[in-house]
């Protein structure tokens, strides 16, 4: 059973905060099971955006794993298009969560990114 979106949230921020990085819950969603993307704000006008990967990027050994991927083409992208990305996947579904976190150095500290 995969750990709920509100429980890996919440570690996710402290790990950040461990780290020395500020992390903040800018859009809550479900507790349970909602999509989680995480922008990571490089403080010069561009971001990383990470969101749930593609199903067929799931290892089959970890089912429960969250994988994340890049959202966005460029990467790092002009902030607006990682604000224009969230703002189209809450409209599309509403029970989405999103952090930022903000890093200069681009770091995301997720522990599994997929290509």
């Known amino acids: 059973m995969r750990l709920k979106s509100g429980i890996w949230v919440a570690a996710y921020i402290r790990r950040c905060g461990v780290e020395g990085v500020f992390a903040a819950v800018r859009r809550r969603g479900a507790d349970d099971a909602g999509a989680i993307f995480i922008i990571v704000n490089r403080l010069n006008g561009t971001a990383d955006l990470y969101g749930p990967a593609p199903q ?5 050994e970890k089912p429960f794993d ?3 991927a890049s ?12 604000e224009a990305f969230i703002v189209r996947e809450s409209r599309f579904d509403p029970d989405v969560w999103v952090i930022e976190i903000e ?9 599994r ?3």
């Open 56 to 60: 067929t990027a799931f290892d089959e």
């Open 66 to 68: 969250r994988a994340f």
């Open 71 to 82: 959202v966005l083409a460029d990467s790092p992208a002009p902030e607006s298009a990682a």
């Open 103 to 111: 890093e200069p150095s681009g770091r995301h500290f997720l522990d």
């Open 113 to 115: 990114v997929v290509r």
